[in-house]
């Protein structure tokens, strides 16, 4: 990733640099004509277990558990993890998978809902429930579960990572 710097004083003779890194995972994905599945990250040692899915009136209901993550997470990461999950369940209409941008990935305008209300069930077993509104602004026209597929992204489970600091000596201009 690049970032830019603010113009440098010319009496400047190093540069110190303390890089980062992120790590990124594909969406996994499942059709949501089967009540119970598990889902691996292609990356990490995490999954997502799904218990089951109701349709409810105008409300989808998925109730899962998330596997791998690391054991007594503390109030505010599980607090974190809570919020996050409301970004990282995409509910896509099969058919327009395909018409999902990379440069800009969202799902299309009335073929995808990008965001859910989490609810915590139980903090030591990671369980959670997840709900849609099938009515929302964000919905699938003609909403049927077996034309729709689930997006989850195990990439914000992972810490970006610190690595050692280096830095770079300049070059001094003789006058």
């Given amino acids: 990733m690049r970032r ?12 110190t640099f ?17 009540k119970s599945f598990t889902l691996k990250s292609t990356r990490f040692n995490l999954g997502l277990q799904v218990n089951d899915v ?21 109030k505010g990461k599980l607090e974190t993890i809570n919020h996050n999950l409301e970004y990282l369940f995409w509910l896509v209409d099969k058919e327009y998978l395909t018409k999902i941008d990379p440069e800009n990935p969202w799902p299309p305008k009335n073929h995808g809902i990008p965001f ?10 990671a369980h959670f429930q997840s709900t849609f509104d099938l009515y929302g ?3 699938i026209e003609n909403f049927k579960l ?9 990439s914000s489970f992972v810490p970006t990572k610190e690595l ?6 300049l070059p001094v201009e003789n006058e």
Avoid: C, H
């Fill in 116 to 125: 859910n209300k989490v609810k915590m069930i139980d903090k030591a077993s």
């Fill in 18 to 34: 303390y890089p980062q890194l992120s790590s990124a995972d594909p969406k996994v994905q499942q059709l949501l004509n089967i």
């Fill in 146 to 154: 077996e034309n729709t597929m689930l997006l989850f992204d195990f």
């Fill in 4 to 15: 830019e710097m603010t113009k440098l004083n010319s009496d400047i003779t190093s540069l």
């Fill in 54 to 74: 109701t349709q409810k009136g105008g409300k989808l209901v998925i109730d899962y558990q998330l596997t791998g993550l690391p054991k007594n997470l503390s």
């Fill in 164 to 169: 050692k600091p280096f830095t770079v000596e």
């Fill in 137 to 139: 602004e964000e919905r």
